[in-house]
């Protein structure tokens, strides 16, 4: 299946720890990758494979694996940690890829 | 270091068509894939295919089939995004993605674009 599954929504109070997941049929044999957008700019990657951050990402982010679902920890959330997050993954020919819907993620 | 740098913004009228470059520098064009991702106004990112920049192989998502080419010139390491018969509902920010991480495959996009913005008015 190619569909993955984010809530549209998050909130967290600032200094807390959030989760924000992606559920999809592909994640049982293929990893997700998490991207941050904020406003007017490119997607950024955040996370890749079993839990790896790109050479500057924070190590707030990490990355987790339950069954079909894919987590994003944000540990100690910031305020420029507001922003939208996608997950995306691939299916089974490795030539396909695609995207959750996308998490709105609010610091409170 | 690794760029992508895209061509500015378009305006285009209902049916015309449009051609948007990713110009890429700083690593081997020819050994990633170039993706091409489409973010319409207020809405999430769509994977819309990749093209195989050693081979010159397109692979289209279900959606993007028809109307969209993908293709390049390794001579200046461009890769294209062209659209024809331009419908409204196309008004988009476009973006070129290339991930280094695998190998004249798709993979995690760890590179990104500017984005273009692609409006269709009449």
């Known amino acids: 299946s190619s569909e993955l599954t984010q809530d549209p929504a998050v909130s967290v109070a600032l200094g807390q720890t959030v989760t924000i997941t992606c559920q999809g049929d592909?994640?049982?044999?293929?990893?997700a990758a998490w991207y941050q957008q904020k406003p007017r700019q490119a997607p950024v990657l955040l996370i890749y494979g079993k839990d790896n951050r790109p050479s500057g990402i924070p190590d707030r982010f990490s990355g987790s694996y339950s069954g079909n679902t894919a987590s994003l920890i944000i540990t100690g959330a910031q305020a420029d940690d507001e922003a939208d997050y996608y997950c995306n993954s691939r299916d089974s020919s490795g030539n396909y890829l695609f995207f959750g819907g996308g998490t709105k993620l609010t610091v409170l | 270091q690794v760029q992508l740098v895209q061509s500015g913004s378009e305006l285009r009228k209902p049916g015309a068509s449009v051609k948007v470059s990713c110009k890429a520098s700083?690593?081997?064009?020819?050994?990633?894939?170039m993706n091409w991702v489409r973010q319409a106004p207020g809405q999430g990112l769509e994977w819309m295919g990749w093209l195989n920049t050693y081979t010159g192989k397109p692979t289209y998502a279900q959606g993007f089939t028809g109307r969209f080419v993908f293709s390049s010139d390794t001579s200046v390491r461009t890769a294209y995004l062209q659209i024809s018969s331009l419908k409204s509902e196309d008004t988009a920010v476009y973006y070129c993605?290339?991930?280094?991480?695998?190998?004249?495959?798709?993979?995690?996009?760890?590179?990104w674009g500017q984005g273009t913005l692609v409006t269709v008015s009449s």
């Open positions: 700083g690593y081997t064009f020819t050994n990633y894939a």
């Open positions: 993605a290339t991930g280094l991480g695998s190998y004249r495959r798709p993979g995690d996009l760890d590179y």
């Open positions: 592909s994640l049982t044999d293929y990893y």
